[in-house]
């Protein structure tokens, strides 16, 4: 959920931050990734006839080594391959795609026999695109850890990715965020992408979480696995849940990171996902002598900042952090809303945020506006096929529209209807689910998953898109699972702390009695606080 994060680099290359979903962003942990060098023929398009195969010569699912890709860092050693199955296992018409795999082994030399499978969020983001994160984060210390490029994402084959709706979001930093005229660029924008894929022979019903982890199960299988650890992240978190349900004996542990409960999942879910974070943050400045004093009544002039500029929005430039240009930036209060919700993938930068909303209360908008910029994906990298297959199967159907007015209502009653009548990250998405036209997803992925599978729930206090209810819902339904919260840390648990680090290890090791000391150590306070 949310975007990938990229800045320049001095010598004009592309550092990776974080991802949507994982998105996992973390300023403190960057991947420089050249990925203008590394883009292959037959991905550069998106999708090429012989990608699917009508006619498959050799059993699916099948898994087939290849090279690996050039971003597996050269200090670890890997094996890489495609997993061939099915596009829609409904079907059943022989069309097959292949999604991409790395296997990075452990640095131990007496690795434990059960790998580490990382699920990345989005939905469409690619975990090979960026494998130094969960290295950094030393998930491949005791035993391997295994990369997935989900279907239709970067490194797999078709490559469901929509430049043109890049160029958009690159755009909409000039515009009204929730304007009228901005809604019918962002329809076209999307209408674009649809008809790109569409004229590849993309079948985009085919793009969900069903055949997704469906995938995940078959690939256990094909690499001879007889049980594996699950780590999924943001809507890897989505994932990892329903792969409990269709395969829960291949399983030996899991880790849900910023949880996504696939029952609760929905637009109008969002904005109380959003408040809760809102709250959590500016109650731990107004907790904090230094920062009540400094920034008296955060969340009230936070407030009041949404309506004014809602009705008066206000404009700058700032350089672009790719090509060093000025860009416009217009920050109404959709896109201020909607900007503090994005902070969520940003923790290193939480203890900015209460000086960047005085500095824009006193007219200089200047450092959130240089913020909104960092946060535009370079264009090509997110497989939207996935997002929006996922969204408008699984989440668009499951609510109807004037609840997200409702909810957004109920827990931010001072915020302007022409704010809350869009969900926080999705703006106009209920268009784009028109337009992509997908079924809606069975019943049975919309229930809770019950599962007696050790499972660590980790939960960021500031969370602003999956906050703690919904890991405590997901909790409740998971006997076996134990829930912490790091305090000041955002969306992606993991990434952010070094704590939560240690944590998984340690869960790894013993899933039934992980050592878990180091949180309780973890205060708000100098030297800790993100406020």
Not at 303 to 312: D, G, I, M, N, P
Not at 353 to 363: K, T
Request: contains cysteine; positive net charge; glycine residues 8%.
């Amino acid at each position: 959920m949310g975007g990938l994060q990229f800045e320049a680099g001095e010598k004009g290359e592309w550092i990776l931050l974080g991802s949507v979903g994982s998105p996992s962003y973390n300023a403190e942990r960057r991947l420089v990734c050249a990925f203008l060098a590394m883009a292959i023929g037959a991905l550069v398009s998106g999708c090429t006839p012989s990608i699917h195969n009508r006619a498959p010569l050799a059993r699916v699912p099948r898994f087939e080594s290849a090279p690996c890709w050039s971003t597996i860092p050269a200090n670890v050693s890997a094996r890489c391959g495609f997993l061939v199955v099915p596009e829609n296992r409904a079907v059943g018409n022989g069309k097959t795609i292949r999604v991409a795999v790395a296997i990075m082994r452990a640095v131990s030399k007496h690795p434990a026999p059960t790998p580490l499978v990382y699920l990345d969020g989005g939905p469409g983001g690619a975990s090979i695109l960026s494998p130094s994160l969960p290295v950094e984060q030393h998930l491949n210390a005791d035993r391997d850890l295994i990369l997935v490029d989900q279907r239709g994402t970067y490194y797999s084959q078709p490559q469901l990715t929509c430049p043109v709706l890049d160029r958009f979001f690159g755009r909409l930093l000039g515009l009204v965020y929730d304007a009228a005229s901005t809604r019918v660029e962002h329809v076209a924008a999307t209408s674009a992408c649809r008809a790109q894929l569409v004229a590849s022979g993309v079948d985009l019903a085919a793009y969900n979480t069903t055949e997704n982890a469906a995938d995940f199960a078959d690939l256990r299988r094909a690499l001879g696995y007889k049980q594996w650890n699950v780590y999924g992240i943001s809507y890897g978190t989505d994932l990892a849940l329903n792969l409990m349900r269709i395969d829960p004996s291949g399983i030996r542990s899991v880790v849900l990171d910023s949880t996504v409960p696939p029952n609760l999942v929905a637009l109008p879910a969002f904005w109380p996902q959003a408040a809760h974070g809102f709250d959590r943050l500016f109650a731990s400045c107004a907790a904090q002598p230094g920062c009540q004093r400094t920034y008296r009544d955060l969340e009230a002039r936070f407030a009041r900042l949404v309506v004014k500029l809602e009705s008066h929005p206000m404009t700058t430039n700032v350089p672009d952090p790719i090509t060093h240009r000025d860009v416009k930036v217009t920050t109404d209060g959709g896109a201020l809303a909607n900007w503090l919700v994005g902070m969520s993938f940003a923790t290193a930068q939480f203890k900015d945020v209460p000086s960047w909303i005085s500095q824009l209360a006193a007219g200089k908008p200047q450092s959130i506006a240089a913020s909104r910029a960092a946060s535009v994906t370079p264009p090509g990298l997110i497989g939207y096929g996935l997002t929006f297959g996922v969204i408008c199967s699984e989440w668009y159907p499951f609510a109807t529209y004037s609840k997200i007015l409702t909810e957004g209502r109920r827990v931010l009653p001072g915020y302007p209807s022409s704010v809350l009548r869009e969900p926080p990250q999705f703006t106009f998405v209920t268009d784009d689910c028109r337009i992509w036209g997908v079924p809606k997803a069975p019943a049975r992925l919309r229930e809770p998953v019950h599962s007696t599978i050790a499972t660590l729930i980790l939960s960021g206090s500031f969370d602003a898109v999956t906050a703690l209810p919904w890991a405590k819902a997901a909790a409740a339904m998971l006997p076996n699972s134990r829930l912490l919260v790091f305090p000041g840390v955002g969306h992606g648990v993991t990434p952010a702390s070094q704590c939560a680090q240690t944590v998984v290890r340690s869960f790894l090791r013993q899933p039934r009695a992980p050592n878990v000391r180091c949180v309780a150590s973890i205060t708000l306070g100098r030297g800790h606080s993100p406020v």
